[in-house]
């Protein structure tokens, strides 16, 4: 009877214990169906037009974003668009603008914004930042199999970055396949010999407020006002910026070279800088205007300068060719877009001197004059955008990219162009 006893209570403690046993994991299967919807590992966001947005974490900081959420997406990008932050930047800087492209166009882009070279590794130089953004390319073709085209967007020192990364991604004579060439919209009957990026077929190479000819110059940093002084003390102070300084201001010397910003505006037997910039079907600069001096003063009290990028730089002209500013009119459909320039002819090649000469010389002039007839050589579109005008004005250069939404809106128009004329 004893025995008995003790066994029933033996199996009502079992009981107990089993009940406390299998609350504690539905307790623990609810905290971790409430930590997987809290903190999701694939979030997904849903835009105002319905679009859905599936965005991955891609390590170290970066990420990419599509139509649609992981596990459910019943379509697969084939176009890769990698947006380059400045310097520092981060790939968080581009957050908006790939937002708006998966937007527009749901079914054809992937969007991965780089984080190879953020904060202060972006005062490592343009070459070394160059080959970091290479490999992380290279290692985001290999895990999307489907891709067959690419196009880069680059804000201020990123488009120079960008120019570098697709020189030594580039590869020439490669025969592309049937479905992948493309004329008029309509798919190409025999395949054609091209160069390609990354394996890929380069189409949008689009930079943001680029200084294409460098910070070193007259009126080539908008914040020293034209003051040849304040230009020659930035200059000597370029060291502060690690090489990257050295390289905006074009005052390196590496081994003897020419700048680094002067031998990218032509081809060399190691890397094709002009070549693979030619490869893209579609190249495009967009330039912030400054052309009011108490602007530029007030610029110059609140904001960093080297944030600003002259006029000039950015837009790969002469400052005898800038337009006048009596010719700008702002466009209807995007208000702070107040001139536009399609691709010009292709410049006949003239007779120059030797890059090692003008580096020997040292003269800006010589060095900027060069660099303008190797870029202009390709088709470039132009777009000059102004926000004077704006409560965003003093943050023009952040603007036009949309860094950060809350204080950088204004430049949503700005973007929308982009996307507009964005070839697929």
């Known amino acids: 009877m004893d025995n008995s006893r003790e066994a029933s209570v033996k199996q009502v403690k079992e009981r107990e214990m089993e009940n406390k046993l299998s609350n504690r994991e539905i307790m623990k299967k609810k905290k971790k169906k409430l930590s997987y919807y809290l903190i999701p590992r694939f979030p997904c966001m849903r835009l105002d037009d319905g679009v859905t947005v599936a965005e991955t974490p891609a390590g170290d900081g970066s990420f990419e974003m599509e139509a649609g959420c992981s596990g459910r997406r019943d379509h697969s990008p084939t176009h890769l668009v990698v947006t380059v932050n400045g310097i520092i930047g981060s790939a968080q800087n581009w957050r908006y603008a790939a937002k708006q492209f998966v937007k527009a ?3 054809d882009v992937l969007v991965h914004c780089s984080q190879s070279n953020t904060s202060m590794l972006t005062f490592d130089g343009v070459d070394v930042m160059g080959k970091r953004l290479a490999d992380e390319v290279v290692s985001v073709v290999g895990h ?3 891709l067959q085209k690419i196009s880069f967007l680059g804000h201020s020192l990123g488009g120079l970055i960008a120019r570098y990364a697709v020189a030594v991604l580039y590869q020439q004579n490669v025969i592309l396949p049937k479905n992948i060439e493309q004329s008029g919209g309509e798919c190409v009957g025999e395949e054609k010999q091209r160069g390609v990026v990354a394996g890929l077929e380069p189409v ?17 940093v908008p914040v020293f006002c034209g003051v040849h002084t304040m230009e020659r003390l930035a200059t000597r102070a370029s060291f502060l910026l690690g090489r990257t300084g ?11 070279k020419a700048p680094i910003l ?6 060399s037997e190691d890397l094709k800088f002009i070549s693979s910039l030619q490869s893209f079907k579609r190249r495009a600069a967009y330039a912030n ?3 009011n001096m108490v602007l530029l003063l007030c610029v110059m009290a609140f904001t960093p300068s080297l944030d600003i990028v002259g006029w000039s730089s950015s837009s790969m002209r002469r400052l005898s060719e800038l337009p006048k500013c009596r010719s700008l009119e702002r466009n209807a459909k995007y208000p702070h877009i107040v001139n536009e320039e399609k691709a010009n002819a292709v410049i006949s090649p003239q007779r120059e001197v030797p890059l090692e000469i003008k580096a020997a010389r040292g003269r800006t002039k010589d060095m900027e004059e060069t660099m303008i007839r190797g870029l202009t050589r390709l088709n470039w579109e132009r777009v000059d955008v102004s926000f004077t ?17 809350c204080i950088n809106s204004e430049g949503a128009d700005v973007i929308q162009h982009m996307i507009d004329n964005f070839v697929l």
């Open 289 to 291: 205007i400054y052309k």
């Open 389 to 405: 005008g704006s409560v965003q004005w003093l943050l023009a250069h952040s603007t036009i990219q949309v860094k950060t939404q």
């Open 105 to 107: 166009y749901p079914d």
């Open 246 to 256: 050295r390289h905006l201001f074009l005052s390196d010397s590496d081994d003897g």
């Open 144 to 146: 999307h199999p489907n």
């Open 204 to 220: 949008n190479f689009i930079t943001f407020a680029t200084p294409h000819l460098g910070s070193r110059g007259h009126k080539q």
């Open 262 to 267: 002067l031998r990218m505006s032509s081809d």
